[in-house]
């Protein structure tokens, strides 16, 4: 059974930094590209980061491009999303998210294969 648990969340201030972690269990986890996923209160989700397979290429949505780094450790089953110079706007619930499929998987992935999510806040 796939399990993706999310830490790492918390209050921060505007221009500060959060490092939050995925720890994955139940799959084979370097096989999978993995997301990060986002949802603020009273909007729908909106996709943050993917990392391929191998951790050796990266994409990210346009509003925190230069801000966040997304990374992963296939030893240790974990994903990572470094996000720096916060803003109030990077307020939300924050994902891990698991492909659906093995091998190139650019679609966001459907809630089945997300975790429960940690909170980012960052005050206005």
């Known amino acids: 059974q796939v399990q993706l648990v999310e830490s790492g969340g918390g209050l921060v201030q505007p221009g500060g930094s959060l490092r939050l972690s995925c720890a994955a269990s139940g799959f084979t986890f370097s096989r999978y590209y993995l997301n990060w996923v986002r949802q603020a209160p009273g909007k729908g989700p909106e996709w943050v980061s993917r990392i391929n397979s191998a951790g050796t290429s990266t994409w990210y949505a346009a509003f925190v491009r230069g801000r966040f780094t997304i990374s992963r450790d296939n030893a240790k089953n974990m994903l990572y999303l470094q996000m720096n110079s916060l803003k109030s706007e990077d307020t939300a619930l924050y994902y891990c998210?698991?492909?659906?499929?093995?091998?190139?998987?650019?679609?966001?992935?459907?809630?089945?294969?997300w975790g429960r999510g940690t909170q980012v806040t960052v005050p206005s």
């Open positions: 998210a698991r492909a659906s499929r093995v091998g190139p998987d650019n679609a966001v992935p459907p809630r089945d294969y």
